[in-house]
T-cell receptor, first 116, second 114 residues
Framework: GAGVSQSPSNKVTEKGKDVELRCDPISGHTALYWYRQRLGQGLEFLIYFQGNSAPDKSGLPSDRFSAERTGESVSTLTIQRTQQEDSAVYLC??????????????FGPGTRLLVL | GNSVTQMEGPVTLSEEAFLTINCTYTATGYPSLFWYVQYPGEGLQLLLKATKADDKGSNKGFEATYRKETTSFHLEKGSVQVSDSAVYFCALDRASSNTGKLIFGQGTTLQVKP
């Protein structure tokens, strides 16, 4: 596609429910990143995919968070038993190979999650 | 550990004023440095970058120079416009990492008044 897309754009859920957030990276990009942006704060790294494998999951805040990627394309971030502190904008980014910091990461518009 | 610190906002300027947004970093090795911008209602996009000491990144009239001696990457623009109103994020990649993941500052909101 022309850019990174994410869905849904907004999600309101009740505490304790599970949510799934989707990311469609730029076609051909092998590297995919998930970040979280809490209100008034910078972005926090969550997880990095190279192809379908995730060599760096160090940013996932708890075992309630998981992510997968299939077909070296779409990725899904799942949050189980959501808590109010999970409320944030979840951003996805992709880059062509991810092996060098000089590559540009292209960001999607984000999913705004609100946990009531 | 690796971190990025930006000046707190909001920064409010009149049109055609000079802009500086300070950014300092802590990192092992030699990271690449980035400025990202988030315009109202839009996604995050790369503004400029520098990959080694003394490099200057520039785009849309904005400049930033990678200063290893002061571990800084301050963003400057000589004459801001109302359309520059946005949130600006300084970021670095972990030089010791081969994942390319970025570490961001907390963001600085710029408001330019006509």
């Amino acid at each position: 596609g022309a850019g990174v897309s994410q869905s849904p754009s907004n999600k309101v859920t009740e505490k304790g429910k599970d949510v799934e957030l989707r990311c469609d990276p730029i076609s051909g990009h092998t590297a995919l990143y998930w970040y979280r942006q809490r209100l008034g704060q910078g972005l926090e790294f969550l997880i990095y995919f190279q192809g379908n494998s995730a060599p760096d999951k160090s940013g996932l805040p708890s075992d309630r968070f998981s992510a997968e990627r299939t077909g070296e394309s779409v990725s899904t971030l799942t949050i189980q038993r959501t808590q109010q502190e999970d409320s944030a904008v979840y951003l996805c980014a992709s880059s062509s190979s991810g092996t060098s910091g000089v590559e540009t990461q292209y960001f999607g518009p984000g999913t705004r999650l609100l946990v009531l | 550990g690796n971190s990025v610190t930006q000046m707190e906002g909001p920064v409010t300027l009149s049109e055609e004023a000079f802009l500086t947004i300070n950014c300092t970093y802590t990192a092992t090795g030699y990271p690449s440095l980035f400025w990202y911008v988030q315009y109202p209602g839009e996604g995050l996009q790369l503004l400029l970058k520098a990959t080694k000491a003394d490099d200057k990144g520039s785009n849309k009239g904005f400049e930033a120079t990678y200063r290893k001696e002061t571990t800084s990457f301050h963003l400057e623009k000589g004459s801001v416009q109302v359309s520059d109103s946005a949130v600006y994020f300084c970021a670095l990649d972990r030089a010791s990492s081969n994942t390319g993941k970025l570490i961001f500052g907390q963001g600085t909101t710029l408001q330019v008044k006509p």
